[in-house]
């Protein structure tokens, strides 16, 4: 089991940067994949970023491509989400996810995760 706890949301306006931050605490989240995906109201929870295990490959969302970089420190069972340059429609609730499956494929599908944190929300104001 895993637990995950995310922090950092809050209210930014158009252009700032913000990081997200996600400990985990348990079954250790190094064996894990990890990803971020966020949730706006009245819409879909769709993928943002995700990282594999030691952190060599990374993955991201189009529409975050080049404004958001995700890493992760094992040492301290933590995962990052720096976002920059945000936009309005960067507002929604984020959320830390992690891969039990111990396979090497980054996932993008919100089925692909088994452990999920409550979310952190982030507005973006213009």
């Known amino acids: 089991q895993v637990q995950l706890v995310e922090a950092g949301g809050g209210l930014v306006q158009a252009g700032d940067s913000r990081r997200l931050s996600c400990a985990a605490s348990?079954?250790?989240?190094?064996?894990?994949?990890m990803g971020w995906f966020r949730q706006a109201p009245g819409k879909e929870r769709e993928f943002v970023a995700a990282?594999?295990?030691?952190?060599?490959?990374?993955s991201y969302a189009d529409s975050v491509k080049g404004r958001f970089t995700i890493s992760r420190d094992n040492a301290k069972n933590t995962v990052y989400l720096q976002m920059n340059s945000m936009k309005p429609e960067d507002t929604a609730v984020y959320y830390c996810?992690?891969?039990?499956?111990?396979?090497?494929?980054?996932?993008?599908?919100?089925?692909?995760?088994?452990?999920w944190g409550q979310g952190t929300q982030v507005t973006v104001s213009s």
């Open positions: 990282m594999s295990k030691t952190g060599g490959r990374t």
């Open positions: 996810a992690a891969d039990a499956s111990l396979g090497l494929m980054l996932q993008t599908a919100r089925a692909a995760y088994d452990y």
């Open positions: 348990g079954r250790t989240h190094s064996f894990y994949n």
